[in-house]
């Protein structure tokens, strides 16, 4: 079946980029997303890539696509406090189910 | 404004009680789901449903109970059958499949079981 992976802890200075990596494993993925998740709230949507693309750029957030390796990442420029959070990556399954990867926590020291 | 809300926040039960919770979206989405978070493991679908009078079961449906005689509702009962029910539950909907497949959570409801 199908398998997204995260790794679980990611920490950065304040001001510094933060990239949070994820791997997917089936090749038939039209979307891939990325969502946050501040605490004890729900999950928002942050972002997401077209299958077709290998860059995604919004604001301080850009989404590289490598479909060769199966590889999403996430760069936060600039991280601020703010962005302290669970980021989730995301796949559509054989175009009908999203799977979701185990979350990455991303924390901001001073 | 449109959204999901997720009734109660916070829960707690005893042993062998059902419970009920509650998600009611006034976003007009045919497609509703429910998830379990457990801390370091990501989401788990439990039930999902496409339309109205119909759902099916995800991944760890066992304990679970659902239905969907509403198109705005879409209740999620945990009985006496799950086994370590303490657990974050997020309801979601989305858009048909046309689109790009966005989920729209609601804030949760935490389950704990003493």
């Known amino acids: 079946g199908e398998d997204v992976e995260q790794s679980l802890f990611l920490s950065v200075r304040e001001g510094d980029s933060s990239v949070i990596n994820c791997t997917y494993t089936?090749?038939?993925?039209?979307?891939l997303y990325w969502y946050k998740q501040e605490p004890g709230a729900g999950l928002q949507l942050l972002t997401y890539i077209f299958s077709n693309m290998d860059m995604k750029q919004d604001q301080r957030l850009t989404v590289l696509l490598n479909k060769k390796d199966k590889h999403l990442s996430l760069r936060i420029a600039d991280t601020q406090t703010g962005d302290s959070a669970i980021y989730f990556c995301a796949d559509v399954y054989r175009a009908s189910k999203i799977i979701f990867g185990s979350g990455t926590r991303l924390s901001i020291r001073p | 404004d449109g959204g999901i809300t997720q009734s109660p926040k916070y829960l707690f039960r005893k042993e062998g009680q059902n419970v009920t919770l509650s998600c009611e979206q006034n976003l007009n989405h045919d497609a509703m789901y429910w998830y379990r978070q457990d801390p370091g493991q990501g989401l788990r679908l439990i039930y999902y449903?496409?339309?109205?009078?119909?759902?099916q079961k995800g991944d760890i449906a066992e304990g679970y109970s659902v239905s969907r005689e509403k198109k705005e509702s879409f209740p999620l009962t945990v009985t006496s059958a799950q086994k370590n029910p303490t657990a974050f539950y997020l309801c979601a909907s989305s858009i048909p499949a046309t689109g790009t497949g966005e989920l729209f959570f609601g804030e949760g409801s935490r389950l704990t079981v003493l």
């Open positions: 449903s496409q339309i109205v009078n119909d759902f």
């Open positions: 089936d090749s038939s993925s039209t979307y």
